[in-house]
């Protein structure tokens, strides 16, 4: 890894200032981790509390969507959140990839919380709009709602989660291979030149190997395919 050029390193820095001095004193890291975290997994529990001895067919139906939010969370970050200018396109293409790049992917303290995690009311809003379809959904059968939603919204924990581990410092002796394979990935999507165009999968990188999206970085920096059907 080259050293980075003291002028781009200097704009780089100021940024990052730039972006930081949009959270105010008001701004609590540890509320914007912890409040929809115990939010969303109170809803978990309570859902799950509610599960009376699923069938064979609702429990593929189950497994067959947590797939499903594998491709949605691949076709979201593509197609909304690096095209489009949708809703979050500037917070995130602009703002996060602008803030953390492959080699400087660590937050340097909690309120960079502030450029990781999903705003908290858009977690919140998630957790609400998607009672109606589990209402919908239990209508039809009662343990099916149950598990739509509880799957769904681990889910999302589950992308913010691991989306903050990857911008932690890594212990000392370094994350488990598994999570250091995942934050490898990111950490690729990170690169400015591979950002629009590979890795979109920021929990397991299923349908980015189903789609051929699938890149590693060398540390030379050189993007190699990772996929067996690479893009090209
Ligand atoms: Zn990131
Ligand atoms: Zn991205």
């Known amino acids: 890894m080259s050293a980075p050029i003291p002028e781009v390193a200097e704009r ?5 200032a730039r972006v930081l001095s949009r959270w105010g004193r008001w701004y609590s890291p540890w509320a914007h981790l912890l409040v929809p975290g115990a939010v969303g997994l109170g809803l978990i529990a309570a859902a799950l509390a509610l599960v009376h001895r699923p069938g064979a067919v609702v429990l593929s139906l189950a497994a067959a969507w947590t797939l499903a939010l594998n491709g949605l969370e691949w076709f979201i970050h593509r197609n909304l959140l690096h095209r489009g200018r949708w809703a979050f396109y500037d917070r995130h293409t602009p703002e ?3 803030f953390f790049q492959t080699d400087t992917m660590e937050i340097r303290s909690t ?7 999903i705003p908290g009311y ?4 998630i957790f609400v709009g998607l ?8 209508v039809i059968n009662r343990n099916l709602g149950l598990l739509f939603y509880a799957i769904s919204i681990a889910y999302v924990l589950a992308y913010e989660w691991l989306h903050l581990v990857y911008h932690l410092r890594p212990p000392t002796g370094g994350w488990p291979s598994w999570l250091e394979a995942l934050r490898r990935h990111h950490a ?16 397991v990188p299923l349908w980015d190997w189903l789609a051929g999206t699938g890149r590693r970085r060398e540390p030379s920096g050189v993007a190699t395919p990772a996929a067996p059907e690479a893009k090209t």
């Open 111 to 117: 309120r960079e919380f502030a450029v990781v995690l």
């Open 131 to 138: 009672a109606p379809i589990a209402l919908g959904l239990g």
């Open 122 to 125: 858009a977690l919140l809003t």
């Open 12 to 16: 780089h820095e100021a940024f990052r």
């Open 188 to 203: 690729a999507h990170h690169d400015p030149s591979l950002m629009n165009d590979w890795n979109f999968n920021t929990t």
């Open 96 to 98: 996060h990839h602008g």
